[in-house]
């Protein structure tokens, strides 16, 4: 038999095109076994296999093209009349038409029988789409986010009126009924500091009114936006703060009175329109008590760090799914890229933070569903320190994921006509949106453990996690908890010192590691029950010896083990629960 003719063209790794996302991810459908009932995860397997599809193949590609063809802001029609628009690439409305009109994700959360679901969704469910969405697109998922946030502002704290006005179009799947959101937060003058913004909301012939600017406003020409300003007279600091709800247009047709002064130009996520917004009198209409803005957007600000975190994720799953079809298609020395040793480790460094974060956005998720349709306190306090812990690490995760797997790919990897660039370029959203990395970090120590003692909730659901793993030897529990009290008390004294602030974001990351490599336990034990499968244990020793543990960099680290834990937590064999306790031993 003759050999195949090969040409130059196969000696470059072949991209990601045509695999399905949810198909090529034991680790979603296992946690998705873990945190929903059978009936829904039933109901939204074929849906979720369809998305897979779509965003390994023509939504990635849509993608491509979005981020290609930018935004275009026009200040005047063609009659030259002052009526802005900004114009859009077909790719992208594509990709709108399929988030928000084919699967709906912005109204899961609101709005029963999406994809004929006779109930609302809970978080989980929703974001095992949003995490599949957005490693192919991410700059939409920004709107989807804001769209989401704003139906749950005006659901929770509008008036019959503002409910009447705005809700049922911020959540239909109706493509020409659609209203989307956003959200104009951010000033010069109050970007992490919102105390100090300067708006002003005045009420004017039975009217509010907006004046002044807001800096950084995605999703530009949204429909509805939701914002914070400052209703005229009332005090200084985020107390003096109202929420309101602001229409793009007026009840005749005619636009508001805001103006885009311009769009950004920026790193990543271009496919979406970012802009400066100047107000000159705009109508709006408050949502809730105008003394209590800053306490209901917080509660936004949460479901958006959520999503933040699952879509970091969804960055960091893509790049490491590239690096795998890269390391498994192409020959290096005469090797699959995959069989050497140096890049085995590289992979597993790549895959250890993803899993990580997959792990923790769906413990939070759940956290979310208990604290809102169960009422559980104890689900709050464990939400409220869990969500900034996640934006956190994973976030900054994300950025240094992304640019290892580029490197995997090699240098066609900086080329944009691959996805690895774009990847890398939008990873560096994450740590940046719903506050930096400080004010994140001081948010979980200085708020949630220093002033809500939420830390405590923590401690008592991770040893509950340790308790309900009884496939995790029992050293390996023990060394665990001996962990969790560690970094508690870390977290703890970083709290209760005010010149312990500099050891905020390390008290930060301790928290996300060792929160992270017991629930990668726990999920190791429930997937080995159900279909013999312990290999999330070893991920929870790698957490602990590349995350926790201090090694000499002077000694050469020749780990017979590690090299064994590579070869089973890179192979598609289930691992054994007698396996793992005698590695672990």
Not at 242 to 260: E, H, K, T, W
Request: with cysteine.
């Amino acid at each position: 038999m003759n050999k195949p003719v090969r040409v130059n063209s196969d000696a470059i790794a072949p991209d990601t095109i045509g695999l399905n996302f949810y198909a090529v991810d034991p680790s979603l459908s296992d946690i998705l076994h873990i945190h929903l009932p059978d009936d829904l995860r039933r109901h939204i397997e074929p849906h979720l296999e369809r998305l897979g599809g779509l965003a390994g193949g023509r939504l990635d590609e849509c993608a491509r093209l979005a981020d290609r063809h930018t935004p275009i802001l026009h200040t005047r029609d063609k009659f030259g009349r002052d009526v802005q628009t900004i114009e859009y690439h077909p790719a992208y409305r594509e990709l709108e038409a399929a988030a928000f009109g084919e699967f709906g994700i912005h109204a899961m959360s609101h709005r029963k029988g999406v994809l004929g679901w006779p109930d609302t969704y809970p978080a989980a469910a929703k974001h095992a789409f949003t995490y599949l969405f957005n490693q192919s697109e991410f700059g939409l998922g920004c709107p989807i986010n804001v769209t989401d946030g704003a139906a749950m502002l005006v659901s929770r704290y509008g008036d019959e009126d503002v409910k009447a006005r705005f809700f049922d179009r911020l959540t239909t799947t109706d493509m020409s009924r659609l209203t989307q959101g956003a959200q104009f937060m951010t000033e010069k003058e109050g970007g992490s500091d919102v105390g100090s913004l300067t708006t002003v909301a005045r009420f004017e012939d039975g009217q509010w009114r907006l004046y002044g600017e807001k800096w950084f406003c995605s999703n530009a020409d949204a429909p509805v936006a939701t914002l914070l300003a400052r209703p005229e007279g009332a005090g200084a600091g985020t107390r003096g703060l109202g929420l309101f709800v602001m229409p793009r247009f007026l009840d005749d047709g005619s636009q508001n009175a805001y103006r885009i002064v311009r769009l950004k130009e920026k790193l990543g996520t271009r496919s979406m329109a970012s802009g400066e917004i100047k107000f000159e009198g705009a109508i709006c209409y408050p949502i809730g008590r105008l003394d209590r803005g800053f306490v209901q957007m917080a509660e936004m600000v949460n479901w958006s760090r959520l999503s933040n975190g699952v879509k970091s994720t969804a960055l960091m799953r893509r790049a490491l799914t590239d690096s795998f079809h890269v390391a498994r298609n192409r020959y290096a020395f005469g090797k699959l890229i995959v069989d050497l040793p140096l890049a085995r480790r590289q992979l597993l460094k790549l895959m250890l933070p993803v899993e990580q974060a997959l792990s923790l956005c769906f413990v939070t998720a759940d956290a979310l569903d208990r604290a809102e349709r169960q009422g559980s306190q104890d689900a709050a306090a464990l939400l409220r320190i869990l969500t900034p812990v996640l934006k956190f690490r994973s976030t900054r995760d994300a950025r240094k994921v992304c640019g290892d797997a580029l490197e995997m790919r090699g240098g066609i990897g900086y080329v944009e006509e691959f996805a690895s660039a774009r990847v890398l370029r939008d990873s560096y959203l994450g740590s940046i949106w719903e506050g930096t990395g400080n004010i994140v970090a001081l948010d979980a120590l200085t708020r949630a453990v220093g002033r809500h003692h939420a830390e405590s909730v923590l401690a008592a659901d991770l040893h509950a996690r340790l308790t309900d793993a009884p496939h995790v030897p029992q050293g390996w529990r023990d060394r665990l908890k001996g962990a969790v009290d560690r970094a508690i008390a870390l977290a703890q004294q970083v709290a209760a010192d005010g010149r312990n602030e500099a050891e905020a974001r390390r008290a930060t990351s301790v928290l996300y590691h060792v929160s992270s490599a017991v629930t990668l336990a726990w999920e190791g034990s429930r997937t080995y029950e159900r279909r013999g499968d312990a290999r999330r244990i070893l991920l929870s020793r790698l957490v602990f010896d590349h995350r926790l543990a201090a090694r000499d960099p002077f000694e050469l680290q020749h780990d017979a083990r590690e090299a064994t834990l590579a070869d089973l937590i890179l192979s598609d064999a289930p691992v054994s629960a007698r396996l793992v306790a005698e590695l672990l031993a």
